[in-house]
Nanobody, 122 residues
Framework: QVRMVESGGGLVQAGGSLRLSCVASDRTSSTYNMGWFRRAPGKEREFVAAISWNSISTRYTDSVKGRFTISRGNARNTVYLQMNSLKPEDTAVYYC???????????????WGQGTQVTVSS
């Protein structure tokens, strides 16, 4: 079982920035594809961004393109989400996720973190 632990959420004003981090416990997770999802109040969970195991491929949902950047750490069991120009509509619980296999941005993810709250005030 791979344990995913997110950090870096918080309260920020519109236009501000946050950097989310997620560490996967399993050493073999360096070969996993990883992604970020979010769930806003009253809405379903949605895909935000993904990165392939070798960092060659990335994908973003349209609403965050140009503002968010997904990357992996040197150890490759860590994934980051740099969020700039934040908007109130970015307010959500953000989850990192991972899976092993052929790269497909939306999954199938089978390892999930517990989530970290991001709140953007207007």
């Amino acid at each position: 079982q791979v344990r995913m632990v997110e950090s870096g959420g918080g309260l920020v004003q519109a236009g501000g920035s946050l950097r989310l981090s997620c560490v996967a416990s399993d050493r073999t997770s360096s070969t996993y594809n990883m992604g970020w999802f979010r769930r806003a109040p009253g809405k379903e969970r949605e895909f935000v961004a993904a990165i392939s195991w070798n960092s060659i491929s990335t994908r973003y949902t349209d609403s965050v393109k140009g503002r968010f950047t997904i990357s992996r750490g040197n150890a490759r069991n860590t994934v980051y989400l740099q969020m700039n120009s934040l908007k109130p509509e970015d307010t959500a619980v953000y989850y990192c996720a991972a899976y092993s296999g052929s790269y497909a941005p939306t999954g199938p993810y089978n390892y999930w973190g517990q989530g970290t709250q991001v709140t953007v005030s207007s």
